[in-house]
């Protein structure tokens, strides 16, 4: 009989999973209980734990931190994942993949002890497989953690890759290997995901991805080992004598996962297939792997053999750009758009898109929008200064997807303003001005806050009002000045400072010039002729 630890912060959780279970049918001789992860360790250290029942939310500690250092110090045990999450509803339906041991509270009693029997069902296989043979298509099952550290080190290269050098490493570790041995690698790539999440749930889900691809992929341990490789990133390989390693049932395979990740997990998964290899050359074919992954821009989900000629597009020629130009300056949102979805329609389903000709679209693209803004003295740093497009620019090249967001999103910044009539540019700079009368602004700070260069906007102003920019903001200041002087008892040194002048005799000499006045025979003539 089996011992279980129920780890949950809630009493009446516990005693109402303690409770509710016929733990004898199900094969539970022991029931241990921890009401926080500190508490789960220590028990332990002091009992033996088969399988462990564990709330995901806890406060002290979150049940996948958790599992983590179970998995470090006792591999052998089993988890099954309780929680009351909202966003995992859908995620139950997994459970038939046999993806993620996880029961959404409140916990339906006969499906608990479904899972437990799966649990007990694995126990036995293990400890089944770890009295097998130590060498031969069962190698993997042996000690885990050092079989999962050997090969990172052989992915990263701190282990030489020389079958020799590989063959002292896996005796120094105890680790059953012979140079012999093929392996079928497939790097497993989470590429996007389809619905917002947070990163904590990130990192739960990105589990919950691992665990499908162990038991749709691999099926059983003997088949090969999962490595997680990077963040959102796994290695299957596969033991090349296992019938799971066979081209057609791992493609089937591999697409029946990426179909349930997108599914059950809202995630973009690629898979890439690549070709049998001994251990010292699997760094080299991960790298081919996660090249072609690099290569992939038009993809967001789908399974890629190495093998296969069309993972490698050709080029083709950028559109002219003439008439989206003209669609540009138009301010005609809507067919500008719909030509470029077009574009890149074509070009993904004829497999013409790769990296290089999207980095030369889309640098076209920008030329084109450039050019356009030229014209229309749009400065492009300050329209795209933003943290938002910043980031979207930045990802603009990693896929087709990311290319159409980033151009979408400089149509709709650039739009307002190619296609915005002069007179509403002058009336926000005169609105700007006004406003800031007091202030110490220029040309260039006027300019700026409509995004055109000072040149331009000084044509376009004075062609609208027959004045500079610079003639219009003395006018307005001074003209404030004299409704100031001739309405209030302010010092004119007050007045000054309030219309922008810090030195009192160039805002005389100023006043002056644009009255025939000084300030103070202006508000003399004004006060006498009141």
């Known amino acids: 009989m089996k011992q279980l630890l129920i780890v949950d912060d809630e009493r009446i959780a516990i005693e109402g999973i303690k409770s509710g279970v016929r733990w004898s049918d199900v094969g539970i001789g022991r029931l241990l209980e921890a009401q926080s992860a500190e508490q789960a360790k220590a028990v332990f250290r002091q009992e033996r734990v088969d399988l462990m029942l564990c709330?995901?939310?806890?406060?002290?500690?979150?049940?996948?931190?958790?599992?983590?250092?179970?998995?470090?110090?006792?591999?052998?045990?089993?988890?099954?994942?309780?929680?009351?999450?909202?966003?995992?509803?859908?995620?139950?339906?997994?459970?038939?993949?046999?993806?993620?041991?996880?029961?959404?509270?409140?916990?339906?009693?006969?499906?608990?002890?479904?899972?437990?029997?799966?649990?007990?069902?694995?126990?036995?296989?293990?400890?089944?497989?770890?009295?097998?043979?130590?060498?031969g298509k069962y190698w993997v099952r042996h000690q885990p953690l050092l079989v999962e550290r050997f090969w990172l080190d052989i992915l990263g290269q701190n282990i030489t890759g020389t079958a020799e050098a590989i063959g002292r490493a896996a005796a120094e570790r105890n680790i059953p290997y012979s140079d012999e041995m093929t392996f079928l690698p497939v790097f497993i790539h989470i590429r996007r995901w389809h619905k917002a999440?947070?990163?904590?749930?990130?990192?739960?889900?990105?589990?919950?991805?691992?665990?499908?691809?162990?038991?749709?992929?691999?099926?059983?341990?003997?088949?090969?080992?999962?490595?997680?490789?990077?963040?959102?990133?796994?290695?299957?390989?596969?033991?090349?004598?296992?019938?799971?390693?066979?081209?057609?049932?791992?493609k089937e395979a591999c697409e029946?996962?990426?179909?349930?990740?997108?599914?059950?997990?809202?995630?973009?998964?690629?898979?890439?297939?690549?070709?049998?290899?001994?251990?010292?050359?699997?760094?080299?074919?991960?790298?081919?792997?996660?090249?072609?992954?690099?290569?992939?821009?038009?993809?967001?989900?789908?399974?890629?053999?190495?093998?296969?000629?069309?993972?490698?597009?050709?080029?083709?020629?950028?559109?002219?750009?003439?008439?989206?130009?003209?669609?540009?300056?138009?301010?005609?949102?809507?067919?500008?758009?719909?030509?470029?979805?077009?574009?890149?329609?074509?070009?993904?389903?004829?497999?013409?898109?790769?990296?290089?000709?999207l980095n030369r679209f889309i640098q076209d693209f920008h030329q084109m929008v450039y050019y356009v803004m030229q014209v229309k003295g749009v400065q492009a740093h300050q329209l795209f200064g933003d943290s938002e497009s910043t980031e979207l620019h930045m990802s603009a090249t990693r896929s087709a997807t990311d290319a159409l967001a980033w151009i979408r999103h400089i149509v709709d910044k650039v739009l307002p303003f190619v296609a915005e009539r002069q007179q509403s540019v002058v009336d926000k700079a005169k609105t700007y001005i006004r406003e800031r009368l007091a202030e110490d602004i220029s040309r260039e700070d006027i300019a700026g806050h409509v995004y055109l260069n000072p040149d331009y906007l000084t044509r376009v102003f004075k062609k609208e009002t027959g004045l500079s920019v610079s003639d219009y903001l003395m006018q307005q200041r001074l003209g404030l000045a004299a409704e100031l002087l001739s309405s209030t008892d302010l010092p004119v040194g007050t007045i000054a400072a309030k219309v922008g002048y810090a030195n009192f005799s160039h805002f005389s000499r100023m006043f002056k010039k644009h009255t025939g006045l000084g300030p103070v025979e202006f508000r003399g003539r004004e006060h006498g002729s009141g």
Request: charge should be negative; include cysteine; proline fraction near 5%.
């Open 256 to 357: 029946r996962f990426v179909d349930a990740c997108l599914t059950y997990f809202f995630a973009g998964v690629a898979c890439y297939i690549g070709e049998p290899a001994q251990g010292h050359g699997m760094a080299s074919a991960f790298t081919k792997l996660r090249k072609l992954d690099e290569n992939n821009v038009a993809h967001d989900h789908g399974v890629f053999a190495m093998r296969d000629p069309d993972a490698f597009p050709i080029g083709h020629l950028p559109p002219d750009m003439g008439v989206w130009s003209v669609l540009l300056e138009e301010g005609d949102r809507g067919k500008l758009l719909q030509r470029v979805e077009q574009y890149m329609g074509m070009q993904v389903t004829s497999n013409h898109l790769n990296p290089e000709l």
């Open 197 to 250: 999440i947070t990163s904590r749930d990130e990192k739960i889900m990105e589990y919950a991805v691992r665990k499908s691809a162990e038991e749709v992929l691999l099926l059983s341990p003997e088949n090969g080992v999962l490595l997680t490789v990077g963040k959102g990133e796994f290695l299957v390989m596969l033991n090349g004598e296992s019938r799971q390693a066979a081209a057609e049932a791992l």
């Open 55 to 135: 709330d995901i939310e806890m406060p002290q500690g979150t049940g996948l931190e958790l599992l983590e250092w179970v998995r470090e110090h006792y591999p052998a045990t089993e988890t099954i994942f309780l929680t009351c999450h909202a966003d995992f509803g859908y995620a139950k339906q997994a459970i038939q993949l046999g993806s993620l041991d996880y029961l959404l509270k409140p916990i339906p009693y006969p499906e608990l002890e479904d899972a437990i029997r799966r649990a007990i069902v694995k126990l036995d296989e293990h400890k089944r497989l770890n009295e097998f043979s130590q060498y």
